[in-house]
C-alpha cells in the first residue's frame, strides 16, 4: 500500500500544478466517442474468439478464419458492419498521428501466417519462424542459458490487434501512449521474425525495464549475433525494450 500512498501524493501534486498551469498542451490521441462502442464489441469479439481456438493458436489465427469463427460459432455473432469498419482504420490508419514513427510490415489486414513456416516453442505457448528465428532462440539459450526463455513469438495480425486494442483500454482511450508498447496490427515485428525473451518465472515483470536488470539480459547484450530493436529513445517512438530481440 506504501506505492499507492506514494501514487496518491504524486497525483495530489500533479493535479495542483495543473490547476496552476494556464493551459495543459497535449497531442495524445484518444478514442473518439464514435469509435467506443465498436471498440469495446471487438475485444469482446476477440477474446472469444482466442478462448474458443486456444491461446497457442491464437498467436497464428489468421483474419478470415477469424471472422468464420464468429460467423459460424453458436455461442458467437458475426462482426458487424460498424465493427468491421473500425478494425480496418484500426489497421489501416498512418500511426504517425499517434507519435509512432515505425515502418508498415504488413500490407493487408488477411495476410495470413503459413503454419508449415513455423514451429511450436515447447512450454511457452508460442510459435517461431523455422529458420533464422528459430535457430537464433536455440543459440540464444545455448550462450545464455535455460533460464532464458520466449515469452513472445509469431503473433498474427489478429493477436496483434487484441494485444494493441487491450493496451488502448488499460490506457484509459489514449491511443498515443498504447502505440509506446503495444504497437498497432500493421506495425509488429512479431508478424515476421522478431520475439521476446525472459527470465524464466519471472512472468509480467519481463516485460517491464526492470528485465535489463538480470544477468539473463546482461549476457544477452555481449552476443555479436544478435540486437535490441527498441534501444533508449529509439527513433520508432517505442518505449525501451530489452527483451524484444530483433531479427529482421
Ligand atoms: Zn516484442
Not at 34 to 62: H, M, R, T
Not at 150 to 173: A, C, D, F, M, Y
Not at 213 to 237: A, C, H, V
Request: proline share 3%.
Amino acid at each position: 500500500m506504501v506505492r499507492r500512498e506514494f501514487l496518491g501524493v504524486m497525483g495530489a501534486t500533479l493535479a495542483t500544478s495543473f490547476a496552476n498551469a494556464d493551459e495543459v498542451i497535449s497531442n495524445d490521441v484518444w478514442l473518439r466517442d464514435d469509435q467506443k462502442a465498436s471498440f469495446v464489441s471487438v475485444i469482446k469479439k476477440l477474446n472469444n474468439i482466442e478462448k474458443i481456438v486456444g491461446y497457442g493458436k491464437y498467436n497464428l489465427l489468421p483474419f478470415d478464419e477469424a471472422l468464420k469463427i464468429a460467423k459460424n460459432h453458436p455461442k458467437m455473432e458475426a462482426f458487424t458492419k460498424a465493427e468491421l469498419a473500425y478494425i480496418e482504420e484500426v489497421f489501416y490508419a498512418d500511426p504517425i498521428i499517434y507519435g509512432f514513427h515505425g515502418k508498415r510490415v504488413c500490407d493487408s489486414l488477411t495476410t495470413a501466417i503459413n503454419e508449415k513456416d513455423v514451429i511450436k516453442i515447447s512450454n511457452t505457448g508460442h510459435y517461431l519462424f523455422r529458420g533464422h528465428s528459430h535457430d537464433s532462440l536455440n543459440r540464444i539459450i545455448k550462450d545464455v542459458g535455460n533460464s532464458l526463455v520466449l515469452t513472445s513469438g509469431v503473433r498474427s495480425i489478429v493477436k496483434q490487434l487484441s494485444l494493441h486494442l487491450e493496451k488502448i483500454q488499460s490506457e484509459n482511450g489514449n491511443i498515443t501512449i498504447a502505440c509506446r508498447s503495444l504497437v498497432p496490427p500493421a506495425y509488429s515485428y512479431h508478424s515476421n521474425g522478431d520475439f521476446d525473451v525472459g527470465k524464466k518465472g519471472w512472468g509480467h515483470q519481463n516485460f517491464t525495464a526492470n528485465f535489463a536488470r538480470t544477468e539473463e539480459f546482461w549476457s544477452l547484450q555481449k552476443l555479436p549475433y544478435i540486437s535490441m530493436r527498441y534501444t533508449i529513445g529509439n527513433s520508432d517512438g517505442v518505449r525501451f525494450e530489452p527483451w524484444h530481440v530483433k531479427i529482421v
